[in-house]
């Protein structure tokens, strides 16, 4: 059942479009990213759903009926900003409530329900304490449960995670992910963040100057990406821009760059004159440049390289190569322990297959 259904909403402002007539559904349960660079056109696209922003052209419909004349207040919507904005003169427990009261549950039943919001977001016990005695990651939960007490037909989340630091921020995008799912939520994510759009949506929708130019699951926006700008925006990528077609080989066609690095592509890239193709730096294996097997008659891509430079984050290392014609590439690779990584200068080659070069 559609929960949401936006049609040909358009937003102007004077000369500039913000929102240009876009068409957009959700169905129940689902979570939906809504996923672009600043400017896009996404904050605007949720506040016209919220009610706070009057589209001037375009239908919103919410469970059917059309609640583009509602108020925010009217429209059976919760909302999570991106400050929180948690009442600060209110207790934890009286913030989780103020939506109810206002709608005039019974006393009872807001009692009851505060401690079940409380509870799902691991806050039982805090009911007497302010906003001011809570860490960024408690408020961010209150204000969490406020939004998920109405019971409402959508869940709006504006940058929900943006305020906390980089640990946190990975932890409670598990949690709220979790929230989200056990109680069924129909909830669209608004965030300039990929890791987030990806991880918390069932599909992400990117948008580009007011327009949506993909919709698609993660596993769709990062591996087929529609063009170069949701390619570009969407994850890490090496470019080699205006390369020149050469000639088929093994039914697949190779392209010259400008600093002469010959790239074979995958037959289901089509053909062009010119392309500008895209390499995944996961999809990059740096291989100790002695295994001169790899090289001869290989399908893969083998380029020679050498390394530049080595950043060890954790788990993953960054590797940068330089490759004849002094083109770099950044391959990222398990963290293999003390004495068996890279080092800078060594003679490598970058292997990658086909079928991993993305052809715009």
């Known amino acids: 059942m559609k929960v949401l259904e936006l049609k040909g909403v358009t937003k102007n402002y004077g000369g500039f479009t913000a929102v240009d007539a876009v068409s957009l559904e959700i169905e129940q349960g689902k979570v939906l990213s809504l996923l672009g ?4 056109g996404k904050t605007t696209t949720l506040r016209i759903i919220a009610g706070f922003t009057s589209p ?8 059917g009926e059309n609640v583009g004349q509602l108020k925010p207040y009217e429209r059976n919507v919760g909302l999570l900003f991106q400050d929180y904005a948690l009442f600060p003169h209110m207790t934890v427990s009286q913030n989780v409530a103020y939506g109810m009261r206002y709608r005039g549950t019974p006393p009872s039943a807001i009692a009851s329900r505060v401690k079940q919001m409380l509870s799902l977001v691991q806050l039982a016990g805090m009911e007497a304490r302010y906003p001011s005695q809570l860490s960024g990651g408690q408020q961010q939960r209150v204000a969490l449960a406020r939004a998920l007490a109405t019971a409402p037909q959508i869940v709006l989340l504006d940058e929900p995670l943006s305020a906390l630091d980089a640990k946190l921020r990975l932890e409670l995008r598990i949690e709220l992910k979790e929230i989200l799912r056990s109680v069924g939520a129909t ?6 963040d990929q890791e987030e759009a990806l991880s918390l949506g069932d599909e992400v929708v990117v948008m580009q100057a007011g ?3 993909q919709r698609g699951t993660p596993t769709q926006i990062y591996e087929t990406p529609a063009s170069k700008f949701v390619a570009e925006f969407v994850g890490r990528s090496n470019w080699f821009y205006a390369a020149r077609q050469r000639r088929s ?3 697949m066609t190779s392209y010259v760059t400008g600093d002469g690095v010959e790239i074979r592509v995958g037959s289901g890239s089509g053909s062009h004159n010119r392309a500008d193709l895209c390499i995944r730096p996961e999809n990059i294996e740096l291989v100790n440049g002695a295994k001169r097997e790899l090289v001869e008659d290989s399908e893969y891509n083998v380029l020679p390289a050498i390394v530049l430079d080595v950043a060890s984050l954790g788990a993953n290392v960054h ?4 490759l004849p014609g002094k083109s770099r590439l950044l391959a990222i690779r398990k963290n293999v322990g003390r004495g068996q990584g890279l080092l800078p200068g060594q003679p490598v080659h970058a292997v990658f297959s086909p079928s991993d070069v993305l052809m715009f």
């Open 37 to 40: 660079p600043s400017g896009c």
């Open 56 to 63: 001037d052209g375009g239908s919103v419909e919410l469970s």
């Open 187 to 192: 909830t669209i994510v608004v965030t300039h």
């Open 211 to 213: 327009k949506i130019v």
């Open 249 to 251: 080989d093994r039914g």
């Open 319 to 322: 590797v940068v190569v330089e």
